[in-house]
Structures are given as structure tokens and as C-alpha cells.
């Protein structure tokens, strides 16, 4: 909602048409001959082409092999793991990355070691010798070179790192510590940063928003390269694919982004058109286009120039890719190629083709690209049968060497988990502390001084007291929102690679107005507006921050959780593990918890985010506590999931001393905080339920002599049980409470392990106490839903200890426990 742009009614209400342009189909028509007349290649890349294309087919044959039969080339070894094959798609894949340098980033599927090998093949050919040795040499401390080279004896630098891309990524795939990521990743998520091989993925179509963040970063950061995203045709029909494509073409990179920023994302959109989607078919069954580059043609005006190309012909997918660099060089990004392809192998191992006719298979085996483009160079006179004879013979034997290297433990051993049962648990989190993830100057439109919300604040209260102990009113007070304002506008003046997006965050100041008077600071392309499309937010977000940026997506409404489930639960958390911790993940998700809004936008699903190992999860309450947790949250380089409530956004601070501090100050994520003293009864909570849990601590010490000690969680992952211990062993009693629903949440689980860790001081169980299992009803019903003061009276009264005259307003007996699960309710 950029007050720039003027929408005429004048102008959009006319009559007209949109009109199409044709989108190339197979359009290369070249021989071989025609291309070197042409200069456009050397007898001697001609034969680099076909050797790339063996090697791929002589790796995926042997995985085949081993899957299949249990061994390779007369050598015994059983893999259970998977073993997705593209033996087919060869010159595909060594199409898409002939043209590309190491400073072009490729992402994959979960069928990609084609095209790992081919990027990791082309970025050895066109490395310098000596940046290629540093590089092997550097990785892993030489770990990995050091096994490859054991069959090795020449001193061809490039030769050997033939022999270090398929060790390594054969390592790998076998769970080997010696392997491009330490065996963590496997099979379906090998890759290899130096050479520009970005995470390949095994969800379908991961890579469709990833892939579109590493671009943002590469635009936004100045750093050179395009980035490709190859995901199958079968992958069209995900949201998430979708979203990536839509967040990729956004009019604002042309139209509202300033200066060297103007311009489209570097990203290609690279479908490996194999027509199969596991068994379905998709033209003609699963999709609706007969040709997946029509996609492009709904996407923008340009229709991301789509084109299909023919993928049995390397030359002409490597025509086609130095057509749309120059176009990516000219900044007209997105583009979408549809490389037409085929696999012979079946989805997986396990895959016995039932879906699809052998006469098939044999008519796409009969045109093997393989084979048609070594008929190509014998008719143009760059190779002999023998040549290509002597290529195969080469690659079967280091292809060998590489395997028994691989599957010898002594040499390349896996990782041993009963020796060490700790050691993965060092991959989960990377715990740094950095300042700034760029050496640049950050863009900023003025001083941080002449912020008009800077200056704003300055003038407030930083306490719910003034110096004297007096009362200060509402309108004066540091409030919640100003503290998470405080630190992410710190943390925009000392990182230049920190960018925040989300839905409605740049004009607006967000949906609660904690950016407000960052649209003044910020150019456009460090806080900008993205689509209603959550699953891109996270998506791209995941990926810039691997390639080495900081960011702060928003997620407007917890309940939108929902619609970016695989990037939250299944990419955000996982890759610097999976990575061997190589990657770094420095995302910080905001998330509102809300109320007044019903059961679509007022639900906590803090629960859900805990419950998935390699996130951190916090949720402040107070302003003091907002501000330190996100300095550290901006201060590390861990995914953290930042909760804040709705309710509590204009509260003031009313529990650390002096209030909240102007300067730069950390919270350490994990350490609960004391809000209130007592000895009777221990009350943990977490989110604003601290505030009614306080009411509740004054209608216990006035009306029935009891002192409850509130403790405010403030952390959900990691969390330090010791002071939450210290209390129960001097109360006896504690009640756990949150506005989450109660069944399948996190507070059963910290009530059952402070059962665990304090039996012998309890005098009662815990009692929990969240929301209803019921959904979140309307703002006039919600004192019968959420916990109120009441409710932790009634629970203490009912479940730790009966209080003298109290009458139950809610009830939490054993017999209506009973019932309300019986009904599921």
C-alpha cells in the first residue's frame, strides 16, 4: 500500500484484453557442427559435456546396483537408505549447469545427485587450480580429500577433485562422517557451498521458495550470481511452489525498490520435466497444462519468459541458459525453463514401473541422451567410438575406487552415536553471538537519532513508576511494542544484511505497530511488504539466511502457522543440523498470540513450535523482557520462533528495577524470571497468562492468607528447570499455566518433568491449567475459555490444597476431568 502508486479507477475500470505471447517449445536446432563453426564451443568441452553425462549415469548406476543387488562391480555392501535416480535426465542436468560459475547457487529435490555432480563437475573444470586445492583442502580440515586421494597418485589438481566431489557426495549418501555434511544429510540432502551446491531437498518442490530467498539475499546484499531452483514438474501443484514463484515475481522489485536495488530477483525456475510425479503423470493425469511452461504465462507480463526446452540435448539447454543469464544479467528475473526430460529408474528402488508401459520406457531408452549425443560426436568428427569407450572405462574404474573408499569404515567411518550419545546433540544449535552478518555499511535513510519513533520514545517513562514511585499514565509508558521496536532498530543499524517482511509490514508498521518508524529509516528493500503467503515468508526467509544473511519474517497470527507448516517444522529447524552444522540459521520468526479475533486468529500454538527439536521458542511479556530476548535472538544464529501476546502490546514495565534500560542489553533464551515472591504455591506461567496469574496472587494473599510465588516462563526451548525447582522445594505446590489448550501442550510436559526432577517436594501433583479444548470463542465468551483469575484459584482449591470457604466458579474435579475426555472435549 505504497502512498506512490495511485490506483485510477479511470485507468483500471477501461475495457481491453490480455493478451499472450508464444511461449518457445524445442525451439534449438543445431547441430554440432554448426556450433563449432560457430565458436560457441571447443572440440574439447564438446567432449567435457559427454564425459559429465557418464560420470552422472555411472554414479546413479551404481546406487542402483547397490539397492537393487547389494553390491557394485563385484563388491558387496547393503544401503537401506533411499535412493532417488534421475538416470535419464543427464543432459539436463548437465546443461542447466555448464553455464553457471561458482558463484551461482543451485537448489535440488530429493532426485538431484545428478545435478549436484553436474555443478560440482563444471565449478572444478572452471576453478583455479589453487582455489580448488584451498578449498578441498580447507573443507573438514582435510578429511574428506584426505580419504579420496588414497586411490589417487597423479598430481592433476582437477583430476582429484573429480575424485573429492564423488567421495564426498558418495560419503554422504552412505551416512559417512567423512562426508560433504558428516552423513547427516544423506542421500536426499547432499550439498556443497564452495561449489555454489545449495541443500537439495526431500520435501517436493522445498526448494520452490528457498531457492527464491538465496535470490532476495544475492539482490539485497550485492552479491554476484543467479540461483537456480530445480524441482520437478510434479511440483507445480504445491502452494509452496507457488508462493515462491508469486514472492519472486513481486512488482515492487521493479517498481518501488530504488537505485542499484531496482530490478528482479536473479532466480531461475528450473523444472526437470521428467512427466512423472512419483507414479502419477502430469500432463495428461495430475496437472492441467500440457506443457509446464504455460505456467509462466499467468505469472507476470513478461511471463517469466518461459520457455520449454528439449532436455535430451545438453546443447540446448545450454543455449537456453545463456539466453535467460543475460536476461537475469539485465535484471528482468524471475524465469521459468522447462527442461522436457525422463528417468528410466523408477521413483525409487522399491518403484517397479507398474504406472507406465515398458514400450514406454524402451522408446525414451532408445533416444538416451546419452547415447544420441556420443552418435553426435562421432558424426561431427570430435570423438571416436573408442574415445567415448576410453570415457566410460575411466569413470567405471575411479567410480569403483570411490565406492570402496566409501564403504570402508576404518577409512570412512559412521558417526558412532553409542561411543558418543551426545554428539548429534552438538549439530542442533549453532549457539554463536554475532553482531552483523555483513562487513557492509547498512542502507539507511537518516541517523537513528532522527528517527521520528526514536525521538518519540525517548521522551516515554521507561517504568509504570517515575523516579518517585508515582504512577505514570498509559499514554507516557515504555510500552511492549516499544521495546521489540528498540532492539530490532538497533539491530538495523549494525547489520546490513538484516531485511524484515511480512504481511502488511512496511506502510502500515505492521498489523500492532511495532515498525512503526521503521518505514522512515529503511529503503525499500530491507522492510517491505511480501504476498498473503506464509509459507514464502518462511520459505525465502530459510534461504537467505543460508546463504548468510539475518531476518525477521512475521507471521501475523499464530493460527497462520498453519500455512507454512513444512517451512516452520520441516526446513527451519533442520538444516544446520542435516548440514553438519556448515549452514547457520539466524531467523526470527515473529508470531502474535491474539484474542477478541474467534477460533481462526486467536489460538497459542506455542506448544506446536516445542515440540520440534531445532527451534528456539520464547514468549516475553514484559517490556524489559521483550527487549533482551530479542537482542539475543538478533544477536544469534539459531532459528527462533518469537511469540508476543495482542493483549499486552501497550503494556508498560512493572517488575525490573528502573525499568527498561536505554541501552544494548541480552536476556539468556532459557532462564525463567521470579515475578513475584511467595512461599506457599509456585505459579509458572507462559505468555500473558502472567498477568492473570498475578491477579490471582492477590486474591490468594487477600482473601485466603496464602502467598503465591509467579514465576513467568519467558522461554519454552531451551528452559533451565533449576529456579522453577528452587521454588517447588519451597512451596510444595505449582500450578503450570498458559493460554494454550491444555491437552497434547507444553505444559504437560513441564508438569511432568517437574514431577520427575521434584517428587520428593511435592505435596501434589502439578496442576495445569490452559485454555479449553474447545475453539476460541468469541471476545464475549472468552472468560469461559481462557484461564482467568478465577480458574487458578479454583485449580489451587481443587487439585494442591482446599481453601477455607471457597466457592468453585470453574470446575476441575477428577470426575468432570473424566467426562470432558471422554467427550474429547
Same mark, same amino acid.
Given at each position: ?28 536446432? *543445431?547441430?554440432?557442427? /554448426? ?20 560420470? @552422472? ?101 582437477? /583430476? ?21 555434511? *558428516? ?148 535484471? /528482468? ?218 531476518? @525477521? ?120 524470571? @521470579? ?151
Amino acid at each position: 500500500m505504497p502512498k506512490s502508486q495511485f490506483i485510477n479507477p479511470s485507468d483500471v475500470r477501461k475495457a481491453g484484453e490480455v493478451t499472450f505471447q508464444p511461449i518457445p517449445v524445442n525451439q534449438y536446432n *543445431k547441430t554440432i557442427r /554448426e556450433e563449432l563453426k560457430s565458436k560457441n564451443f571447443t572440440t574439447e568441452e564438446l567432449k567435457k559435456i559427454y564425459h559429465d553425462m557418464v560420470v @552422472i549415469r555411472e554414479f546413479e548406476t551404481m546406487l542402483h546396483l547397490v539397492k537393487t543387488t547389494g553390491g557394485y562391480s563385484g563388491v558387496e555392501y547393503n544401503n537401506p537408505g533411499p535412493a532417488h535416480l534421475s538416470a535419464g535426465q543427464e543432459a539436463a542436468a548437465v546443461g542447466m549447469a555448464y553455464t553457471l560459475t561458482v558463484d551461482d547457487f543451485i537448489f535440488g529435490s530429493h532426485r538431484s545427485h545428478g545435478e549436484i555432480l553436474a555443478k560440482g563437475l563444471r565449478a572444478i573444470e572452471t576453478l583455479d587450480p589453487k582455489e580448488l586445492e584451498k578449498i578441498m583442502n580447507e573443507f573438514w580440515d582435510g578429511a574428506t580429500l584426505n580419504v579420496a586421494k588414497k586411490a589417487y597418485k597423479s598430481n592433476d589438481t582437477k /583430476e582429484l577433485g573429480i575424485r573429492f566431489l564423488l567421495y564426498g557426495a558418495l560419503a554422504e549418501i552412505f551416512a559417512r562422517t567423512t562426508g560433504f555434511n *558428516k552423513g547427516l544429510g544423506g542421500s536426499m540432502h547432499t550439498f556443497f557451498t564452495p561449489f555454489g551446491i545449495y541443500p537439495n531437498n526431500a520435501i517436493v518442490g522445498g526448494s520452490g521458495t528457498i531457492a527464491v530467498g538465496a535470490a532476495l539475499y544475492k539482490k539485497v546484499n550485492r552479491k554476484p550470481g543467479l540461483v537456480v531452483a530445480n524441482i520437478g514438474d510434479a511440483s507445480m501443484a504445491r502452494g509452496p511452489v507457488w508462493e515462491g514463484i508469486t514472492f519472486a515475481a513481486m512488482d515492487q522489485f521493479k517498481q518501488l525498490w530504488a537505485d542499484d536495488m531496482k530490478g528482479g530477483l536473479p532466480v531461475i525456475i528450473n523444472i526437470m520435466d521428467n512427466q512423472y510425479g512419483m507414479g502419477g503423470q502430469t500432463a495428461g493425469e495430475t496437472m492441467g497444462f500440457d506443457v509446464a511452461a504455460r505456467i509462466g504465462a499467468g505469472v507476470n507480463p513478461e511471463q517469466m519468459h518461459a520457455e520449454r526446452v528439449d532436455g535430451y540435448n545438453p546443447l540446448a539447454v545450454i543455449e537456453t541458459y545463456r539466453r535467460k543469464k543475460e536476461l537475469i544479467e539485465k535484471k /528482468e528475473g524471475p524465469i521459468l525453463v522447462d527442461i522436457l526430460t525422463y528417468r528410466f529408474s523408477g521413483h525409487s528402488p522399491s518403484d517397479s514401473s507398474s504406472y507406465r508401459t515398458s514400450e514406454e520406457i524402451k522408446a525414451w531408452e532408445e533416444q538416451d541422451c546419452i547415447i544420441s549425443y556420443g552418435k553426435q560426436l562421432i558424426e561431427a568428427g570430435v570423438a571416436t567410438q573408442a574415445d567415448l569407450d576410453s570415457t566410460w572405462n575411466e569413470v567405471k574404474e575411479i567410480m569403483l575406487d570411490t565406492f570402496k573408499l566409501a564403504i570402508n569404515d576404518e577409512l570412512s567411518p559412521i558417526m558412532d552415536l553409542h561411543k558418543n550419545p551426545d554428539l548429534l546433540e552438538t549439530m542442533m544449535f549453532s549457539n554463536q553471538s554475532i553482531d552483523s552478518m555483513s562487513d557492509a555499511k547498512p542502507d539507511v535513510n537518516h541517523p537513528m537519532n532522527e528517527n521520528p519513533r526514536v525521538q518519540q520514545i525517548a521522551k516515554k517513562e521507561r517504568s509504570t513508576v517515575d523516579k518517585d514511585g508515582n504512577p505514570v499514565s498509559k499514554m507516557k509508558q515504555f510500552q511492549l511494542r516499544d521495546g521489540i521496536f528498540e532492539a530490532i532498530v538497533d539491530r538495523f543499524y549494525k547489520d546490513a544484511s538484516l531485511i524484515a517482511y511480512g504481511e502488511e509490514n512496511r506502510d502500515w508498521g505492521g498489523a500492532f505497530a511495532v515498525y512503526r518508524g521503521l518505514t522512515e529509516a529503511l529503503p525499500y528493500h530491507r522492510l517491505f511488504n511480501s504476498p498473503i503467503a506464509e509459507a514464502a515468508i518462511i520459505g525465502t526467509s530459510i534461504g537467505y539466511a543460508m546463504c548468510g544473511g539475518r531476518v @525477521i519474517p512475521e507471521i501475523m497470527y499464530c493460527d497462520f502457522l498453519g500455512c507454512c507448516g513444512d517451512e516452520i517444522f520441516n526446513q527451519l529447524p533442520k538444516w544446520q543440523a542435516m548440514s553438519g552444522n556448515i549452514l547457520k540459521m539466524p531467523v526470527v520468526v515473529r508470531v502474535s498470540v491474539g484474542s477478541k479475533y474467534g477460533a481462526q486468529h486467536s489460538q497459542d500454538w506455542t506448544s506446536l513450535t516445542a515440540h520440534i527439536p531445532g527451534l528456539k521458542v520464547c514468549f516475553p511479556v514484559t517490556p524489559y523482557d521483550a527487549k533482551g530476548l530479542m537482542n539475543s535472538a538478533l544477536q544469534g544464529t539459531d532459528p527462533v520462533v518469537f511469540f508476543e501476546s495482542q493483549r499486552i502490546y501497550e503494556i508498560g514495565e512493572q517488575f525490573h528495577k528502573g525499568g527498561v534500560p536505554e541501552g544494548y542489553y541480552e536476556i539468556p533464551f532459557g532462564e525463567p524470571d @521470579i515475578k513475584r515472591e511467595g512461599k506457599d504455591v509456585t505459579i509458572l506461567t507462559i505468555g500473558a497468562t502472567l498477568y492473570r496469574a498475578l491477579d490471582a496472587a492477590k486474591i490468594l494473599e487477600e482473601k485466603y492468607g496464602m502467598s503465591a510465588e509467579v514465576i513467568d516462563a519467558r522461554s519454552l526451548v531451551p528452559f533451565n528447570y533449576e529456579k522453577v525447582l528452587a521454588s517447588v522445594k519451597k512451596t510444595g505446590r505449582i500450578v503450570i499455566s498458559s493460554d494454550a489448550t491444555a491437552r497434547g501442550s507444553f505444559l504437560n510436559d513441564l508438569a511432568r518433568n517437574v514431577t520427575d526432577l521434584a517428587f520428593d517436594d511435592l505435596d501434589a501433583p502439578p496442576a495445569v491449567l490452559g485454555s479449553r479444548d474447545w475453539i476460541t470463542p468469541a471476545y464475549e465468551l472468552e472468560y469461559a475459555f481462557f484461564p482467568q483469575a478465577e480458574s487458578f484459584i479454583d485449580i489451587i482449591n481443587e487439585k494442591l490444597i482446599p481453601l477455607k470457604g471457597h466457592i468453585a466458579k470453574y470446575n476441575f474435579t477428577n470426575a468432570e476431568q473424566i467426562r470432558r475426555s471422554k467427550l474429547g472435549v
